[in-house]
């Protein structure tokens, strides 16, 4: 029953921008994409092409912050790769849904952030449907990436040890 307010580039907005300004801050390319204002329409080849490029994106960001050499002792880095992994999960989510053919095409999808869940609208049926997401543990990502980065430390150390002792 809501009316779009705007138009972007992967969905529509139905936030009243009128009544309150849009304070929702994302570092993903696609500025709107989690925000539970935010809508998108299934079977969207062009928003579902550009939701992948920003996937890849986001994938490489969390390569580089983990490959950070303070990644392992930051805390602030630590934190920004848990939610920066969770919110891309959320959006490999999203491309999931927005693709399945097993949804009506031009179904209506909403993120619900705070439950982990996505509301899909059959808006011919007028049926709406809850799915859960199953968000990968954040906290063990974390923890996998400062091992990987660990070990890649100790083999580049030895690696450049070995070189140093090659050159003499």
């Known amino acids: 029953n809501e009316t779009p307010t705007f138009v972007h580039e992967t969905g529509f907005c139905t936030q009243n921008l009128a009544l309150s300004p849009c304070t929702y801050m994302t570092e993903f390319e696609t500025q709107c994409t989690l925000c539970s204002s ?3 329409v299934t079977h969207d080849s062009d928003a579902i092409a550009l939701l992948l490029k920003d996937l890849k994106v986001q994938t490489h960001n969390l390569k580089k912050v983990q490959e950070a050499i303070n990644f392992e002792t930051s805390k602030g880095m630590q934190e920004w790769y848990r939610t920066h992994y969770r919110n891309t999960c959320m959006l490999k989510n ?3 849904v927005l693709s399945d053919d097993t949804i009506e095409e031009g179904s209506m ?4 952030t705070r439950s982990n869940s996505m509301r899909i609208t059959n808006l011919d049926t007028k ?4 799915r859960k997401l199953a968000l990968p543990n954040a906290e063990h990502a974390l923890q996998a990436a400062i091992e990987a980065n660990k070990d890649k430390s ?6 450049n040890f070995l070189g140093f002792l090659g050159s003499l």
């Open 38 to 40: 935010s809508c998108h």
């Open 94 to 96: 999203l491309i999931e």
């Open 109 to 112: 999808v909403r993120f619900l």
């Open 127 to 130: 049926t709406v449907e809850e």
């Open 154 to 159: 100790k083999d580049e150390a030895t690696n």
